[in-house]
């Protein structure tokens, strides 16, 4: 079976602190054939909704190099970035992407509600009740179909994120089930694209998305899918990437990498 994370967060990240190289031999240690750095690239300031300057694109270009070199060929290594929150600066984030060296992948999120709920950051979302969470997972659809309509990225990441935060950090007890028509919408809009998405496997938790959606966007003739931890520090690289390929490895049989943006199909 072929184990690649293809979403991990180095120290270029602004909340993560390992180097490139110590990402790739924990990767190393778990016998995996790949991993894919993805680290933060977005349009606002981290953690806010302000408008941010140009990307300083060297950082992250030094770290891969020295990742590259330290590692030799014990795995592969592949450099791409967590596009998020594009639709607060879609101009800006073309921009960025324009001075960006060649990357193997571009994952696209969704982190922040819209203006109408005043840019609330998913991590921090304490509604009052079940209605207002469910007013909330609408707006944050919403704002992920902008993204799909933009879709300058290879995989849309993490798309039932706010579950993570409601449900494992609230105590909640919501789901997306009643949003069926929203979210096959979204995957009609990308499928065409070539877009794909991503199994993140959310630190063993429910997965994000869980097999309900996965089997609903294969239904519809999706065929790219990455399995990704999310790692922002080294004891979390590739968790729970071993049930993400037998989930699957049940729905579609294989799993996707990237090289220089386009998918490269392994069997599982």
């Given at each position: ?6 979403h ?7 909340d ?8 790739a031999e ?10 894919c750095?993805t680290?933060?690239v ?10 941010r300057g ?18 030799g ?9 967590e ?25 696209g999120?969704?982190h922040?509600?819209s203006e ?12 009052r009740?079940?209605?207002e969470a ?16 933009w879709g300058?990225?290879?995989v ?8 993570r ?6 105590g909640?007890h919501v ?5 069926e028509e ?7 809009l ?7 998405i991503e ?16 089997r609903l966007?294969?239904?519809l003739?999706g ?6 931890s999310d ?5 979390r ?8 390929c037998?989930?699957?490895k ?13 998918p490269v199909?392994?069997?599982?």
């Open positions: 079976m072929y184990f690649a994370d293809y991990t967060h180095s120290r270029v990240s602004p993560a602190s390992a180097s490139m190289q110590e990402m924990a990767a190393i240690r778990l016998g995996f054939q790949e991993i750095f680290d933060h977005e349009p606002i300031r981290f953690g806010t909704t302000e408008p140009a990307y300083d694109w060297d950082p992250m270009i030094a770290e891969f190099r020295a990742a590259r070199t330290a590692v060929d014990r795995i592969t290594l592949r450099l791409g970035a596009l998020g929150d594009a639709v607060w600066g879609i101009r800006r984030m073309e921009s960025m992407l324009a001075e960006a060296p060649p990357l193997d992948f571009l994952i999120s969704i922040t509600l109408k709920m005043e840019g609330r950051d998913l991590y921090f979302l304490t509604p009740d079940e209605q469910r007013d909330c997972l609408a707006d944050y659809l919403g704002q992920v179909r902008k993204l799909a309509e300058r990225f290879q849309l990441g993490h798309l039932t994120l706010p579950l935060y409601l449900n494992e950090n609230r909640m789901s997306f089930d009643g949003f929203e979210i096959a919408e979204i995957f009609r990308i499928i065409p694209k070539g877009i794909g199994l993140n496997t959310n630190r063993g938790n429910t997965p994000l998305p869980d097999e309900k959606w996965l966007y294969r239904s003739g065929e790219i899918v990455t399995v990704g790692a922002h520090r080294c004891n690289v590739g968790q729970y990437t071993f049930r993400a037998d989930i699957l049940d729905i579609f049989g294989y799993v996707c990498t990237f090289e220089n943006r386009q199909f392994h069997k599982l």
